[in-house]
């Protein structure tokens, strides 16, 4: 929900901008967004290679209460949907398409 909010943000700013400042601000909503994918794929890494090395077992034999595999997984799937809606996002006709060429 965040990501297509924030691409609706960046289209808006896009619409009001003048076109000579257009530019700057696209390509600074699809850094923004492609920051934030980023952030959303090193924590689904994160979680997605934890469980892939230990199971509910370890968990519990560890100390954890036995509800902590699947909170853990749970989470895994929250992060796996926040990069899947920021990918979608990036490449959806939320923002303008073809981006126009970046200039400093």
Do not use: K, Y
Request: with cysteine; hydrophobic share 50%; glycine share 2%.
């Amino acid at each position: 929900m965040f990501a297509l909010s924030m691409s609706c943000v960046c289209r808006v700013l896009c619409a009001v901008r003048v076109r000579a400042c257009a530019c700057r601000v696209v390509w600074c909503c699809v850094q923004i967004l492609n920051f934030a994918l980023t952030l959303e794929l090193l924590d689904s890494r994160f979680f997605v290679e934890g469980l892939n090395n230990f199971t509910a077992a370890d968990f519990e034999a560890a100390g954890f209460p036995n509800t902590t595999f699947g909170f853990i997984t749970r989470i895994r799937d929250n992060e796996l949907a926040h990069a899947s809606a920021l990918q979608s996002a990036i490449r959806s006709d939320l923002l303008p398409w073809p981006l126009p060429p970046h200039r400093h």
